[in-house]
């Protein structure tokens, strides 16, 4: 049951390590007596049971942190917790209780890596919506058809079982079982840092000029106005819109009745 247990979180693209698996266990699953094994109790007990669960932080997690580049931009980055350190950044002796700070990793496209406290660390999943629904996954598929997975379905024609939806930009994948993993989630995450990096000229022009941001819609229904590419993009990256134009902007939505 334990290895059910596990081999699910792990097809939920969590860390079993962040986990107390037998916690999950007592509130999600009926003991059938011996010999009768476990039985799930329902999907929505499971969802409980794993929010219930799951610790606070764990050596292994893949998180999300604030990088402040020279530019003054923040940054979303996204690594996994190698060590806790203490508010000094000292090390601990053995296993801390409530650790301080976080020591975290930030892989090949980051010369160093990331140390600060905990309170500045966010689960990179919260970051994400993992969408199982086969009507949901193939909505705007093409032609009615249905989409294959992003890295093996070229070859294969396998289909997509798994979408991965960056809650803010709304950036997706859709992959098979076999090809979603954290991995996953750490690019899809950088993807949407890198598409924030091209942005450094539209924060540079709304700094500029923070009304660019209000400016009118277009005609076409082909071609976006300036100000609705603005807008777009603001609504992809809230934390990089500068704060002259996020002002503004918030005005201009409720002028135009926008609730979302
Ligand atoms: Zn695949």
């Known amino acids: ?149 992003l890295r093996c379905g070229a070859g294969s024609y396998k289909s997509a079982e798994v979408m991965m939806v960056h809650k803010v930009s709304g950036q997706r994948v859709r992959l098979c079982p076999a090809c979603f993993n954290d991995d996953e989630v750490a690019a899809l995450g950088h993807q949407v840092m890198f598409h924030g990096r091209i942005g450094q000229q539209t924060v540079a022009e709304l700094t500029e000029n923070p009304e660019l941001i209000t400016g009118s819609a277009g005609d076409s229904p082909y071609a976006k106005s300036d100000g609705e590419t603005y807008r777009e993009w603001a609504d992809c990256f809230p934390w990089l819109v500068p704060a002259a134009a996020a002002e503004l902007y918030a005005q201009w939505r409720e002028q135009q009745g926008v609730t979302r």
Not at 13 to 39: E, H, K, Q, T
């Open 1 to 149: 049951m334990r290895e059910a247990i596990i081999a699910t979180l792990e097809r939920e693209g969590r860390n079993p390590n962040s986990y107390n698996v037998a916690g999950i266990m007592r509130d999600a699953f009926c003991d059938l007596g011996p010999g009768y094994g476990y039985i799930a109790e329902s999907e929505e007990k499971w969802h409980q049971a794993v929010e219930a669960h799951r610790r606070p932080f764990g050596v292994g997690d893949l998180v999300r942190v604030v990088v402040t580049t020279k530019s003054e931009t923040a940054e979303h980055h996204y690594g996994r917790i190698t060590q806790f350190r203490k508010a000094n950044g000292g090390f601990y002796r053995g296993r801390p209780v409530k650790p301080h700070s976080a020591y975290v990793e930030l892989g090949h496209h980051h010369k160093s890596g990331w140390l600060g406290p905990l309170t500045q660390v966010t689960l990179a999943l919260d970051d994400f919506e993992i969408v199982r629904e086969w009507g949901e996954i193939h909505r705007d598929a093409p032609n009615g058809d249905w989409f294959t997975c």
